[in-house]
């Protein structure tokens, strides 16, 4: 399997990290989209509605990028490829896995091999057992989209549904509300996790997240405020936990044998 490494031409300090965990694989750097060159808002506000218009450039950088990973991907002949962002963490046993051929044969359209900054997740009925970790079904929020194995259906699919974006990337991909039922896979425990939630201190100022929020809101027309507070409304309630709780469970009764599991990283 190829691993398409997503890094920005100026973070050389994160390209000097992870390359010596790649270099007996194989892989291919993908030069980010800068999101400074581009329009759009700079942070995003805390609680604010998705919308096309309120994508910060940011958000449209990193969806960007990965639409060159999977464009490039579609151009050769694997069957399935790993995407990673150039922040991770990986696991010592990253490159045992990617190479196994459960993962390479295309079965799976899309596998979350990273612990974002969710504890425990909701999970469906286990659909394989693969030494000592398990790929369940993800019922309930886990954003991130700094790793994961992902067809050729769904990187087709992922390059239609995002021309015109009006979410971010990690909920277009992960989102429960955004995907079919059990169309999303969750590898546990994880496989990679970004620096910047691991709880230790960063190697270089480099590795903080450029996606940034505020408390300012800007100045909207009626209509975008009466789309934003709708939006916003039916998100912020979806990730009450009460609510989130209960559709995750309601998810689960539907599909069987659902549990609550600690993601994990090793």
């Not at 998705?50 to 060159?68: D, G, N």
Request: with cysteine; aromatic share 8%; hydrophobic share 40%.
């Amino acid at each position: 399997m190829r691993t398409y490494l997503i890094n920005l031409d100026r973070h050389t300090e994160r390209l000097a990290l992870i390359l010596p965990r790649l270099a007996e694989l194989e892989h291919e750097r993908i030069a980010a989209v800068d999101g400074t060159f581009l329009s759009g808002p700079m942070v995003r506000e805390h609680g604010s509605a998705f919308l096309a218009e309120t994508l910060t450039r940011f958000e449209r950088a990193c969806l960007e990028s990965h639409r060159v990973a999977w464009t490039n991907f579609l151009r050769g002949g694997d069957e399935t490829c790993c995407v990673l962002e150039d922040d991770v963490e990986l696991s010592g046993y990253f490159a045992e896995f990617i190479n196994r051929p459960e993962f390479n044969s295309g079965a799976y359209e899309l596998i979350k091999i990273e612990r974002a900054s969710k504890d425990s997740i909701i999970c469906g009925a286990r659909i394989l057992a693969v030494d000592d970790r398990e790929l369940r079904p993800l019922l309930s929020p886990h954003l991130g989209s700094a790793g994961y194995f992902i067809n050729r259906a769904r990187a087709a699919r992922l390059l239609d549904q995002t021309t015109s974006p009006s979410h971010p990337i990690d909920w277009i991909m992960f989102h429960p509300t955004l995907n079919p039922p059990n169309s999303v896979l969750q590898l546990l425990p994880a496989l990679c996790q970004q620096r910047s939630i691991a709880g230790e201190k960063l190697p270089h100022p480099s590795f903080a997240s450029s996606i940034q929020y505020k408390s300012k809101k800007p100045k909207k027309t009626f209509s975008m405020r009466v789309q934003r507070e709708l939006t916003g409304t039916w998100q912020r309630l979806s990730r009450w936990p009460p609510i989130s709780r209960s559709i995750g469970l309601l998810l689960s009764a539907i599909n069987g044998d659902g549990w609550r599991s600690p993601v994990g990283f090793r």
